[in-house]
């Protein structure tokens, strides 16, 4: 089971962490991804890395504003989300799963998802 938390309310070009944890799993023996969905719209890739320290991806909207790095010791997967835009508005879900590198994008690559958390940008 993997929780997700850290979401929240922030003005525009605030900042926020999320944070991925899971009871009972190792996150370093997955691949970790980050999805997010906004009302009416499909889910979509956010970030990803692979084997916890492994290579990172990122979607181009979000790229050289949110970072996702993966803590060993604590067993957790975290999105540092900077200079935050009124569309990043969405709820976001952690994903764990062993998605080969040309589907790491691919929702349907991950078998294990977090519940969401809410994360509302507002001008």
């Known amino acids: 089971q993997l929780q997700a938390s850290g979401g929240g309310w922030v003005q525009v070009g605030g900042s926020l962490r999320l944070s991925c944890g899971a009871s009972?799993?190792?996150?370093?023996?997955?691949?970790m991804a980050w999805f997010r969905q906004a009302p009416g719209k499909e889910r979509e890739f956010v970030a990803g890395?692979?084997?916890?320290?492994?290579?990172?991806y990122y979607a181009d909207s979000v790229k050289g504003r949110f970072t996702i790095s993966g803590d060993r010791a604590e067993n957790t997967v975290n999105l540092q989300m900077n200079m935050l835009k009124a569309e990043d508005t969405a709820v976001y879900y952690c994903?764990?799963?062993?998605?080969?590198?040309?589907?790491?994008?691919?929702?349907?690559?991950?078998?294990?998802w977090g519940q969401g958390t809410q994360v509302t940008v507002s001008s």
């Open positions: 994903a764990a799963g062993r998605p080969i590198a040309s589907t790491i994008r691919d929702p349907t690559a991950y078998r294990h």
């Open positions: 890395v692979r084997w916890m320290t492994g290579p990172k």
């Open positions: 009972g799993r190792t996150l370093s023996e997955y691949s």
